[in-house]
């Protein structure tokens, strides 16, 4: 079995790209940052984006 993840440059940078646009998932300092629920939103959204991009790291799980 390859262990190798399907990670790529483009699909990491665009990772970074859709969390950076998302303030309140990484500034301590926003309103919404302390609401677990609105986070958790905004962190599935990040990744329905991600994969729809790149449908080949479906077979990622998250945990």
């Known amino acids: ?4 993840l399907p990670w790529s440059r483009a699909s990491e ?3 970074l790209e859709l969390v950076r646009d998302t303030r309140y998932l990484w500034e301590p300092r926003d309103q ?3 609401k677990t629920k609105v986070k958790q939103g905004a962190f599935n959204a990040v990744a329905e984006e991600l994969l729809a991009e790149y449908p080949e790291l479906s077979g990622l799980k998250g945990g």
């Open 13 to 15: 940078g665009f990772l």
């Open 1 to 4: 079995m390859d262990s190798k």
């Open 32 to 34: 919404l940052y302390s």
